[in-house]
C-alpha cells in the first residue's frame, strides 16, 4: 500500500489545520491507522491512532480534546483534524499503516508497516 499524506501548512497558534492521509493499493479499512509527528532532533512520537472499523481511537496526552482522527474507508482516506494549535505541535507528520489485522491500535512506530512521505505543520506564537 502506499501512503500519501497532505494538509501540513503554517497556521497561527489557537488555528486548525486538517491533515489527510489518503491510500493505494489495498482497500483502508484491512490496515489500523495512525499519525506520528517528528520534530527537528526528537524522536518520531505517536499522535493519534484508530482502528480498521473507525470505532476505537488512541491518542497521545498532548493532543486529546485537540485533534481528532478519523477515517472514511470508503475514500481510502485518514484524517487528523487539528485544533486549538500550539508551537509545540510544530513537526512533520506521518501517517502509518498497520498490515497484520490487528484488533489493537499501536502507540510504538514498530507497530506499524507503511509510512507516508510527512507533511509540515508549523504553529507560530
Known amino acids: 500500500v502506499q501512503l500519501q499524506a497532505s494538509g501540513g501548512g503554517l497556521v497561527q497558534a489557537g488555528g486548525s489545520l486538517r491533515l489527510s492521509c489518503t491510500t493505494s493499493?489495498?482497500?483502508?479499512?484491512?490496515?489500523?491507522m495512525g499519525w506520528f509527528r517528528q520534530a527537528p532532533g526528537n524522536e518520531r512520537e505517536f499522535v493519534a491512532g484508530?482502528?480498521?472499523?473507525?470505532?476505537?481511537?488512541r491518542y497521545t496526552d498532548s493532543v486529546k480534546g485537540r485533534f481528532t482522527i478519523s477515517r472514511d474507508n470508503a475514500k481510502n482516506t485518514v484524517y487528523l483534524q487539528m485544533d486549538s494549535l500550539k508551537p509545540e505541535d510544530t513537526a512533520d507528520y506521518y501517517c502509518a499503516a498497520d498490515k497484520t489485522y490487528s484488533t489493537l491500535v499501536h502507540i510504538t512506530a514498530s507497530g506499524y508497516d507503511y509510512w507516508g512521505q510527512g507533511t509540515q505543520v508549523t504553529v507560530s506564537s
Open positions: 484508530i482502528s480498521r472499523s473507525g470505532f476505537n481511537t
Open positions: 493499493g489495498r482497500a483502508l479499512n484491512n490496515y489500523v
